[in-house]
Protein backbone atom coordinates (compact mmCIF):
# COMPACT_ATOMS: atom_id res chain seq x y z
CA UNK A 1 0.00 0.00 0.00
CA UNK A 2 1.40 3.36 -1.34
CA UNK A 3 -0.17 6.06 0.43
CA UNK A 4 1.35 9.88 0.05
CA UNK A 5 0.08 11.78 3.55
CA UNK A 6 -1.63 11.02 5.90
CA UNK A 7 -5.91 11.97 6.76
CA UNK A 8 -8.41 10.68 8.09
CA UNK A 9 -9.46 8.80 4.94
CA UNK A 10 -6.42 7.15 5.22
CA UNK A 11 -6.89 6.05 8.58
CA UNK A 12 -10.73 4.56 7.31
CA UNK A 13 -8.72 3.25 4.32
CA UNK A 14 -6.29 1.67 6.43
CA UNK A 15 -9.42 0.44 9.52
CA UNK A 16 -11.14 -0.85 6.55
CA UNK A 17 -7.99 -3.34 5.28
CA UNK A 18 -7.72 -4.70 8.78
CA UNK A 19 -11.47 -5.49 9.14
CA UNK A 20 -12.01 -6.80 5.39
CA UNK A 21 -8.51 -9.23 5.98
CA UNK A 22 -8.93 -10.00 9.72
CA UNK A 23 -4.85 -9.35 9.71
CA UNK A 24 -3.23 -7.64 13.01
CA UNK A 25 -1.46 -4.30 12.13
CA UNK A 26 1.66 -3.21 13.88
CA UNK A 27 3.71 -0.72 14.05
CA UNK A 28 7.83 -0.71 14.81
CA UNK A 29 9.48 1.67 16.65
CA UNK A 30 13.57 0.39 16.67
CA UNK A 31 16.11 2.63 18.54
CA UNK A 32 19.04 2.10 21.11
CA UNK A 33 16.41 4.19 23.58
CA UNK A 34 19.60 4.92 25.58
CA UNK A 35 17.40 6.20 27.26
CA UNK A 36 14.18 6.32 25.88
CA UNK A 37 12.43 9.92 26.31
CA UNK A 38 9.12 11.53 25.75
CA UNK A 39 9.76 12.49 21.90
CA UNK A 40 9.78 8.46 21.45
CA UNK A 41 6.47 7.81 23.34
CA UNK A 42 4.50 10.54 21.51
CA UNK A 43 6.20 9.32 18.56
CA UNK A 44 4.65 5.67 19.07
CA UNK A 45 1.48 7.02 20.48
CA UNK A 46 0.55 9.37 17.17
CA UNK A 47 1.27 6.84 14.99
CA UNK A 48 -0.71 4.14 16.77
CA UNK A 49 -3.64 6.46 16.96
CA UNK A 50 -3.32 7.90 13.52
CA UNK A 51 -3.04 4.57 11.43
CA UNK A 52 -5.69 3.01 13.33
CA UNK A 53 -3.01 0.23 14.59
CA UNK A 54 -3.64 -2.20 17.05
CA UNK A 55 0.07 -1.32 18.89
CA UNK A 56 3.11 0.20 18.73
CA UNK A 57 5.96 -1.98 19.80
CA UNK A 58 9.00 -0.43 20.74
CA UNK A 59 12.22 -2.50 19.79
CA UNK A 60 15.34 -1.70 21.19
CA UNK A 61 18.53 -2.98 19.00
CA UNK A 62 21.23 -4.78 20.40
CA UNK A 63 23.88 -2.98 17.94
CA UNK A 64 23.20 -0.83 15.41
CA UNK A 65 24.17 -1.47 12.16
CA UNK A 66 26.28 2.15 11.81
CA UNK A 67 30.07 2.95 10.37
CA UNK A 68 29.76 5.28 13.67
CA UNK A 69 29.04 2.84 16.26
CA UNK A 70 26.96 4.44 18.95
CA UNK A 71 28.25 4.12 22.79
CA UNK A 72 25.78 2.65 24.57
CA UNK A 73 24.97 0.97 27.80
CA UNK A 74 23.79 -2.96 28.86
CA UNK A 75 20.78 -4.04 27.22
CA UNK A 76 19.27 -5.14 30.41
CA UNK A 77 19.16 -1.08 31.66
CA UNK A 78 17.57 0.22 28.61
CA UNK A 79 15.35 -3.00 28.53
CA UNK A 80 14.12 -2.20 31.84
CA UNK A 81 13.67 2.11 31.57
CA UNK A 82 11.05 0.50 28.25
CA UNK A 83 9.42 -1.06 30.27
CA UNK A 84 9.18 1.40 33.09
CA UNK A 85 8.06 3.98 30.57
CA UNK A 86 4.95 2.37 28.87
CA UNK A 87 3.98 0.82 31.48
CA UNK A 88 0.66 2.91 31.57
CA UNK A 89 1.06 3.76 28.31
CA UNK A 90 -2.45 1.70 25.99
CA UNK A 91 -1.17 0.21 22.57
CA UNK A 92 2.33 0.43 23.40
CA UNK A 93 4.64 -2.37 23.93
CA UNK A 94 8.20 -4.01 23.58
CA UNK A 95 9.43 -6.40 21.28
CA UNK A 96 13.08 -7.72 22.16
CA UNK A 97 13.66 -9.84 19.64
CA UNK A 98 16.78 -8.20 18.03
CA UNK A 99 18.09 -8.33 21.85
CA UNK A 100 17.12 -11.49 22.03
CA UNK A 101 19.18 -12.26 18.49
CA UNK A 102 22.23 -10.61 19.65
CA UNK A 103 24.89 -9.41 16.83
CA UNK A 104 24.32 -6.58 14.26
CA UNK A 105 20.78 -5.50 14.30
CA UNK A 106 19.35 -5.51 10.61
CA UNK A 107 16.07 -4.31 9.75
CA UNK A 108 15.41 -6.93 6.94
CA UNK A 109 16.71 -9.94 9.36
CA UNK A 110 15.10 -8.99 12.06
CA UNK A 111 11.39 -8.50 10.37
CA UNK A 112 11.87 -11.41 8.23
CA UNK A 113 12.14 -13.42 11.54
CA UNK A 114 8.83 -11.53 12.40
CA UNK A 115 7.00 -11.87 9.85
CA UNK A 116 7.94 -16.05 9.54
CA UNK A 117 6.64 -16.34 12.97
CA UNK A 118 3.53 -13.80 12.91
CA UNK A 119 2.19 -14.56 9.62
CA UNK A 120 -1.31 -12.92 10.35
CA UNK A 121 0.15 -9.17 11.16
CA UNK A 122 0.87 -6.37 8.74
CA UNK A 123 4.20 -4.60 9.76
CA UNK A 124 4.41 -1.10 9.64
CA UNK A 125 8.24 0.59 10.77
CA UNK A 126 8.59 3.52 11.81
CA UNK A 127 11.27 5.90 10.52
CA UNK A 128 12.15 9.63 11.16
CA UNK A 129 11.75 11.77 8.00
CA UNK A 130 15.43 12.78 8.29
CA UNK A 131 16.27 8.63 7.84
CA UNK A 132 14.27 8.51 4.42
CA UNK A 133 16.98 9.84 2.33
CA UNK A 134 18.64 7.33 3.57
CA UNK A 135 16.62 4.53 2.89
CA UNK A 136 18.52 3.41 -0.43
CA UNK A 137 21.58 2.54 1.66
CA UNK A 138 19.34 0.20 3.97
CA UNK A 139 21.05 -3.35 4.06
CA UNK A 140 17.95 -5.23 0.90
CA UNK A 141 16.01 -2.18 1.11
CA UNK A 142 14.43 -3.46 -1.94
CA UNK A 143 13.21 -6.80 -0.41
CA UNK A 144 12.28 -4.65 2.86
CA UNK A 145 10.09 -2.62 1.23
CA UNK A 146 7.97 -5.71 -0.28
CA UNK A 147 7.66 -6.89 3.06
CA UNK A 148 6.46 -3.60 5.36
CA UNK A 149 4.81 -1.01 5.08
CA UNK A 150 7.15 1.82 6.40
CA UNK A 151 5.93 5.19 7.76
CA UNK A 152 7.70 8.72 7.82
CA UNK A 153 7.22 10.73 10.87
CA UNK A 154 7.86 14.28 10.11
CA UNK A 155 7.05 17.77 11.36
CA UNK A 156 3.85 19.57 10.25
CA UNK A 157 3.61 20.97 6.00
CA UNK A 158 6.82 19.38 5.23
CA UNK A 159 8.21 15.87 3.88
CA UNK A 160 11.21 14.94 2.38
CA UNK A 161 11.00 13.33 -0.90
CA UNK A 162 11.05 9.49 -2.05
CA UNK A 163 10.22 6.91 -4.31
CA UNK A 164 9.61 4.28 -2.14
CA UNK A 165 6.29 3.87 -0.49
CA UNK A 166 5.75 6.07 2.58
CA UNK A 167 2.99 6.60 4.48
CA UNK A 168 3.99 10.12 6.02
CA UNK A 169 2.28 11.25 9.64
CA UNK A 170 2.68 14.55 10.93
CA UNK A 171 3.64 14.44 14.61
CA UNK A 172 4.19 17.36 17.46
CA UNK A 173 8.10 17.98 17.05
CA UNK A 174 9.69 17.64 20.35
CA UNK A 175 13.20 18.28 20.06
CA UNK A 176 14.81 15.73 22.36
CA UNK A 177 17.57 13.35 22.02
CA UNK A 178 19.02 10.75 24.35
CA UNK A 179 22.09 12.69 23.43
CA UNK A 180 21.19 16.26 25.08
CA UNK A 181 19.53 14.04 28.18
CA UNK A 182 23.10 11.90 29.05
CA UNK A 183 24.65 15.26 28.90
CA UNK A 184 22.44 16.63 31.55
CA UNK A 185 22.85 14.12 33.84
CA UNK A 186 26.42 13.94 33.18
CA UNK A 187 26.56 17.84 34.25
CA UNK A 188 24.50 17.29 37.23
CA UNK A 189 21.39 18.95 35.27
CA UNK A 190 17.77 17.41 36.04
CA UNK A 191 15.73 16.28 32.71
CA UNK A 192 12.89 17.13 34.17
CA UNK A 193 9.62 16.45 31.25
CA UNK A 194 12.10 15.15 29.09
CA UNK A 195 11.34 11.66 29.61
CA UNK A 196 9.18 9.73 32.23
CA UNK A 197 9.70 10.65 35.85
CA UNK A 198 9.75 6.83 36.82
CA UNK A 199 12.77 6.65 34.01
CA UNK A 200 14.37 9.56 35.59
CA UNK A 201 14.14 7.45 38.98
CA UNK A 202 15.29 4.76 37.97
CA UNK A 203 18.18 6.52 36.24
CA UNK A 204 19.51 8.31 39.45
CA UNK A 205 19.20 4.57 41.19
CA UNK A 206 21.02 2.77 39.23
CA UNK A 207 23.90 5.53 38.80
CA UNK A 208 23.56 5.51 35.20
CA UNK A 209 25.61 8.28 32.97
CA UNK A 210 27.19 9.96 35.77
Do not use: C
Given at each position: ?6 TPFTKVE ?112 IIGGDMV ?78
Amino acid sequence: MALELVTPFTKVELETEKTDNNRKQVGILGGNFNPVHNAHLVVADQVRQQLGLDEVLLMPEYLPPHVDKKETIEEEYRLRMLELAIADVPGLGIEKKELDRKGISYTYDTLSLLIKEHPDVDYYFIIGGDMVEYLPKWYRIDELIDMVQFVGVQRPRYKAGTSYPIIWVDVPSLDISSSMIRDFIKKGRKPHYLLPSKVLDYIEKEGLYQ
